[in-house]
């Protein structure tokens, strides 16, 4: 929260700006006071709240100054990663339409693709990482706002206009989890579930970009520079350097 404070300083925290910005991610818990801005491919804490409510924005704006404000944030390449093995290589028939088949057309040798969904599945098509990669960084890319599951965090959760009691991270979620359940006093009450077996660990960063060169890592990097920054990541010397 300190860090948050001392990266977004100089920028004007009014809450009439948040009349410019996307609500969606946003869910109220009025039994216990809380707002919760949710954020793809980090820990769900929507499973304990199971209290989504969609409220107008002047009702949001009156509950932020009285509510518990908190998110949970995760490294920027990891989170891409997981995004990458649930939506790309597991992909539903919204992500092939809408992603995945212009990504395919557009970086590999499926320029011509014109498969539906079912076929692309029953084929095994699909894009490798660096082809996920090249889609994020392609200037025609970045002239529309990113899918949720990468968008920028900043962009999700607006750390800079929203005054965030806790902001929680991935990577100690057990112990970010029970420091928030005792500031919102419900230790007694709530457990958060371990995270799963099968969640990307950063130490296989590494391996997964290999395969993307240089150039292509200092440009996502950019991409994400803000959330490393905001939210207290170390800028990846070993992928980013010479």
Known sequence: KDLLRKQCGGVNQSLVNLNKIDLNNFIVDDKHGIIYCYIPKVTNALKILKYRI???LFVLQAKLKHYTKFLFVRDPFVRLISAYRDKMQKYDQYFYDGYVRVILQRFTNQRNLTVNYNVARKKGLRPSFYNFIQYIVDPRTQTYAFEP?????????????????????????????QELLKMVKLENDIKFPPSSENMTSPDSVMDWFQSVP??????LYKIYEEDFQLFGYRRPTELLDD
């Open 54 to 56: 969609d409220v107008c």
């Open 149 to 177: 599951h990468w968008s920028q965090m900043y962009r999700l959760c607006h750390p800079c206009l929203i005054e965030y009691d806790f902001v929680g991270h991935q990577e100690s979620l057990q112990e970010d989890a």
């Open 214 to 219: 240089l150039q292509d890592r200092r440009k």
